[in-house]
């Protein structure tokens, strides 16, 4: 296993999330005519300029659009060049017994990671052969366990699902269904200071009772916000980046990968 650097007490955390890449087991793969690694390797090098030095990659799920071994060992390829420990956890395109399989004697899905001042719990909101998220018992137990032993640590929630009306009709019955119970779980907890998801290729930064709800980019092909049936952008593929501060705060912005030349085919096969 790699050795990493860890952060000083007195920095902030340098947190990066990467999320839906939807890569396939063929390296020419594409979604609409967009190849994914190649999308996925601009951004990766987008990171490398703008945050030499991360202490955690986060990587929110639809890592794979095929399921496949190949997938998850280009994925852990293509990012291992960041020189971060990563966390995974899956998303609706991917294969979770796959991709735990995949990551056997890593920490790569590793539930709870404490770094710092923080501890970042990862949540598998996965359901088989579904496109919306369900977190089950196990996980809404394992976050009942997390949170309650985080003693004076500050909280990150990771998951793939949204688990909030962002304005896209369309995507709003593919979200979390059981939204209602992570957030009666979260209200109890005042150390949580945000929740990070996936799912929805489009950037989203608000606060919920007190907690910044932040989505992200997908590093290949955009939705257009505020859309009431499917629609993507031709905005380019992204990345978010996260300051976690001692003293709780969070700050944080996206970034696209500026150099790459969005060309998408609508006669190909899409998302």
């Not at 000083?8 to 967009?34: E, R, Y």
């Not at 539930?111 to 923080?118: R, S």
């Not at 031709?234 to 944080?252: A, I, K, T």
Request: aromatic content about 8%.
């Amino acid at each position: 296993m790699p050795q990493f650097n860890l952060p000083q007490a007195s920095a902030p955390l340098q947190v990066v999330q990467l999320t839906d890449a939807h890569l396939f087991a063929d390296a020419g793969g594409t979604l609409l005519g967009m190849n994914t690694r190649d999308s996925l390797q601009h951004v990766v090098e987008q990171v490398r300029r703008e945050q030499p030095q991360p202490d955690l990659l986060l990587c929110t799920g639809d890592l794979s659009q095929d399921g496949s071994v190949a997938s998850y060992e280009a994925f852990r390829q293509l990012t291992a060049v960041l020189g971060a420990p990563s966390r995974w956890l899956p998303g609706n395109h991917d294969e979770a017994k796959v991709m735990a399989e995949f990551a056997q004697g890593s920490d790569l899905v590793q539930a709870v990671t404490d770094l710092g001042a923080w501890r970042i719990v990862m949540l598998n909101s996965n359901v088989p052969d579904a496109t919306h998220g369900w977190l089950a018992d196990d996980q809404l137990a394992l976050l009942e366990q997390a949170l309650a032993g985080a003693g004076e640590r500050h909280c990150l929630v990771c998951l793939h699902h949204q688990p909030v009306d962002i304005g896209c009709a369309w995507i709003a019955p593919i979200g979390l269904r059981n939204a209602d119970e992570l957030w009666k779980r979260l209200r109890g907890y005042t150390q949580v200071r945000a929740v990070l998801w996936g799912h929805i290729h489009q950037p989203w930064d608000e606060r919920r009772e007190g907690v910044r709800l932040l989505a992200t980019p997908s590093t290949c092909i955009q939705f257009a916000p505020n859309s009431e049936d499917f629609q993507v952008s031709e905005e380019q593929p992204g990345y978010r980046w996260l300051r976690l501060h001692g003293d709780g705060r969070v700050e944080s912005g996206f970034e696209r990968a500026r150099d790459f030349n969005v060309q998408l085919d609508f006669n190909s096969p899409g998302y």
